[in-house]
């Protein structure tokens, strides 16, 4: 199948349902698509394969590259430093596979930055109250974070609507509908 553009960048609120449409995607073409790999600065988890689960690299090397410019995110967890590179983005190009990048919106302005060329997907609640029953009803998160994800979807939902920002708005509704939607977006 034919697609609009090499690299996808999916993105909006926490809760929004970029998840649950990309799981949907992957299932139904399980061989189209690929996530890029990340890098970490904390060590491999038994089991953990370099290149394949993460770039597992030391800390003051990725600081370097961040420093220059060479990822499109990168944010410190407890710690260690975790962020996705340009190059492995276009190192599932290179390998075959069509790139889809689940990012927030820093990560949206950040590629826009780079020679990388997507297709920018925006995914829209329906409105601030359903997305807050679906982040509850999901129940992954503790009432703190849950306040925070709502607040930062505030500004999601802002950048979202800039005319512009992105080349599809999907408005995560029905999923069904919402699912088609991004198949539209995605195959010419
Ligand atoms: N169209 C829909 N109708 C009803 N519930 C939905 C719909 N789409 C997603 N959900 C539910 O909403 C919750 C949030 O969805 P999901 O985890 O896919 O969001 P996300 O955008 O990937 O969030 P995050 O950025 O935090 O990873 C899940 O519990 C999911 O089952």
Redesign the pocket.
Known sequence: MQTAAKIFVIS?????????LLKRLFSEYPTTFGFSISHTTRKPRPGEVNGKDYHFVEKPDMEKEVEAGKFIESATFSGNMYGTSIKSVEDVVEAGKVCMLDIDMQGVQSVKKTQLNPKYIF?QPPSLEILEQ??R??GTEKEEAVLA?LEASKRELEYGALPGAYDHVIV????ET?YNSLKNAIFV
């Not at 909006?12 to 649950?20: N, V």
């Not at 995560?172 to 999923?175: A, Y």
């Open positions: 909006g609120p926490s809760g929004s349902g970029k998840s649950t995914v679906r982040l009803g999901r994800r995560n509704d029905d999923l919402a």
